[in-house]
């Protein structure tokens, strides 16, 4: 079953609203989740990683006001998509691992994200 | 500048048949390699990795094979299924101290496996 839970799967919206999208951990605590984006037909772009208790990290070119984190509890991540316009309609999709580790990261099914 | 490439868009492959899914890399930092499968508005689910002190991993019908003087992977499934069909990521891993390490991806190669 799955491990990571992400929710909604879908949001339709008007353009100026912010969006929260959640990422749960069901049955292990993430200390790291990260966020990605994806365009049609491209790869997964990494946008932030998050750790439980402490600021995201924001890779280059991502708007940490546009995109907000919050990381407050080992199971959950937060991302806020502020004032969303068009153009930030993508599909988002969140991923959580345990330090340290090789092992294959568990994503979440994301969410599809439509500004109108 | 992309760090990990798949170079081919799509693939389609007769069942039954061996899918051969290729990928590159450039940075030669990278020391761990996955394979991920995607279906359309789900995330990506673990296939199979390799760490770049093998030259081969294999598991079911599922063989990754990792040429590190080329700097390049692959998947090869056999025998392909129908329901093998989807889209399929190659990603890498760098070293680096501290909390879990990120994912590079490929732009992704969709498998089509004709009945």
């Given amino acids: 079953g799955a491990v990571v839970s992400q929710h909604p799967s879908w949001v339709i919206c008007k353009s100026g609203t912010s969006v929260k999208i959640e990422c749960r951990s069901l049955d292990f605590q993430a200390t790291t ?3 990605y984006r994806q365009f049609p037909k491209q790869s997964l772009m990494l946008m932030a990683t998050s750790n439980e208790g402490s600021k995201a ?8 006001d546009k995109f907000l984190i919050n990381h407050a509890s080992l199971t959950l991540s937060t991302l806020t998509v502020t004032s969303a316009h068009p153009e930030d309609s993508s599909f988002y999709i969140c991923s959580a691992t345990s330090p340290g580790s090789n092992q294959p990261q568990h994503f979440g099914d994301g969410t599809r994200l439509s500004i109108l | 500048d992309q760090q990990v490439k798949q170079n081919s868009p799509s693939l389609s492959v007769q069942e039954g048949r061996i899918s051969i899914l290729n990928c590159d890399y450039t940075n030669s930092m990278f020391d761990y390699f996955l394979w991920y499968k995607k279906y359309p508005a789900e995330g990506p689910t673990f296939l199979i990795s390799i760490s770049s002190i093998k030259d081969k991993n294999e598991d079911g019908r599922f063989t990754v094979f990792l040429n590190k003087s080329a700097k390049h992977l692959s998947l090869h499934i056999v025998p392909s299924q129908p329901g093998d069909s ?30």
Avoid: D, H, N
């Fill in chain 1, 33 to 35: 989740m990260f966020w």
């Fill in chain 1, 57 to 64: 990290t924001y890779e280059q070119g991502v708007e940490k």
């Fill in chain 2, 86 to 115: 989807a889209v399929y990521f190659c990603a890498a891993i760098e070293p680096r101290s501290g909390s879990a390490r990120q994912l590079t991806f490929g732009s992704g190669t969709q498998l089509t496996v004709l009945p």
